[in-house]
Nanobody, 118 residues
Framework: QVQLVESGGGLEQAGGSLRLSCAAS????????MGWYRQAPGKQRELVAA???????NYADSVKGRFTISRDNAKNTVYLQMNSLKPEDTAVYYC????????????WGQGTQVTVSS
């Protein structure tokens, strides 16, 4: 079984910083893509940032220049450094890991709340 445990969420003022962590465990193929998604009230879940095993990254336009995704392949852990936070960053943030074998493997964490006050 695959488990992803997120940490680091909380309350922060606009302009501040938070760092999210997600540790994956279980039967995980090492050549995978890990990422962060978020969902705000009344909105669809959206990709925030993703990173491949080789280190290629992709960011939502709304967070470019403010957020940085990184990973530790030996630990199957992904991080999201969030700087210059804005109230519109308020959402539940979900960790994700996926890879392809005989079928697509796609797993999610339970989510961690990030609230940014103005």
């Amino acid at each position: 079984q695959v488990q992803l445990v997120e940490s680091g969420g909380g309350l922060e003022q606009a302009g501040g910083s938070l760092r999210l962590s997600c540790a994956a465990s279980g039967s995980i193929f090492s050549i995978n893509t890990m990422g962060w998604y978020r969902q705000a009230p009344g909105k669809q879940r959206e990709l925030v940032a993703a990173i491949t095993y080789g280190g290629s990254t992709n960011y939502a336009d709304s967070v470019k220049g403010r957020f940085t995704i990184s990973r530790d392949n030996a630990k199957n852990t992904v991080y999201l450094q969030m700087n210059s936070l804005k109230p519109e960053d308020t959402a539940v943030y979900y960790c994700n890991v996926k890879w392809y074998g005989s079928r697509r493997n796609d797993y999610w964490g339970q989510g961690t709340q990030v609230t940014v006050s103005s």
